[in-house]
């Protein structure tokens, strides 16, 4: 099922999306996250509209044919703001869906904190509630685990602080996060679309701006409790974020897959997806 693409504006850029199902479906908001493209929910969407839901993706600032920002902001604070605003833009209701993997569960769990969510449900992948990772005393352990593992996945973030690093070696990042994270997927297709996506050194600076950003008071929305009813989804192999802390923050798992398990399981993402709304 190939997805209709056009254009929205906001005030600081214009958003590119793919959009799936009738217009008169459930409307579900889903966004993608780095490095990766809204055809990241090419394999999930279509078994969605299967159900009677309309899914929109739009490509996140900075990636094209989403333009980059004008304010040239990339804080929490602003990609939760687009979010909310696609909600109006494209005639959401308070049935709404927000669903996001990535820098797009951050953001999902960013809205999923604030009382005025205008979404009625929220879906977070591959990332959790950071709130939800604390240990009690019976996880404590687990979380020691955990915890050791972690740094081995990050490096990353702390290479995308370093200026022009990311953005001079952009490709060969990328291509070994994927086979990182998901080391059972052939990401060949996902990587050429994003080489589409993020086609020079402007692009790829702004795409590893969010990781820029979080070290400004733009993250303080995705540190807050998630208020909203929110569904955490995580894949049993995620070589990203480490399962163990998913599960101490109450994630469902998802066997046999990796980080980008909406591609790698998109129907057991779906079954999940579509039991919680139901």
Same mark, same amino acid.
């Given at each position: ?125 591959? &990332? $959790?509630? /950071?709130?939800?990772? @604390?240990?009690? +005393?019976? =996880?404590? *352990?687990? #979380? ?17 602080? &370093? $200026?022009? /690093?990311?953005?001079? @070696?952009?490709? +060969?990042? =990328?291509? *070994?996060? #994927? ?100």
């Amino acid at each position: 099922m190939l997805p209709r693409v056009h254009d929205l504006s906001l005030p600081t850029h214009d958003v590119g999306v793919l959009e799936w199902g009738p217009a008169d479906g459930r409307l579900v908001v889903a966004l993608h996250g780095f490095p990766d493209t809204a055809w990241t929910w090419r394999r999930v969407a279509p078994l969605l509209v299967e159900l009677g839901f309309r899914v929109v993706a739009p490509f996140l600032r900075g990636y094209a044919p989403s333009g980059i920002p004008a304010d040239g902001d990339y804080s929490v604070r602003a990609l939760a703001a687009d979010a909310v605003a696609l909600h109006e833009m494209l005639g959401g209701g308070p049935d709404t869906v927000l669903l996001g993997h990535d820098w797009g569960a951050i953001t999902t769990n960013a809205v999923a904190a604030d009382p005025g969510s205008p979404y009625g449900a929220h879906v977070s992948l591959a &990332v $959790p509630p /950071l709130t939800a990772m @604390n240990p009690s +005393r019976a =996880t404590l *352990r687990p #979380w020691l685990t955990a915890m050791a593992r972690q740094p081995f996945h990050s490096w990353y973030i702390a290479a995308n602080q &370093v $200026p022009g /690093l990311s953005e001079r @070696n952009f490709e +060969r990042l =990328t291509t *070994r996060l #994927w086979r990182s994270w998901s080391p059972a997927y052939d990401a060949s297709e996902d990587l050429a679309l994003l080489r589409s996506a993020v086609p020079d050194r402007e692009h790829a600076r702004a795409v590893v701006s969010y990781y820029r950003a979080m070290l400004g008071s733009g993250i303080k929305p995705a540190l807050a409790e998630p208020v909203q009813p929110l569904l955490v989804l995580h894949g049993d192999g995620d070589r990203c974020m480490e399962p163990g802390l998913a599960r101490i923050a109450g994630a469902t798992i998802i066997p046999g897959a990796g980080h980008f398990l909406q591609l790698e399981q998109p129907e057991a993402v779906a079954r999940e997806v579509s039991r919680f709304l139901a």
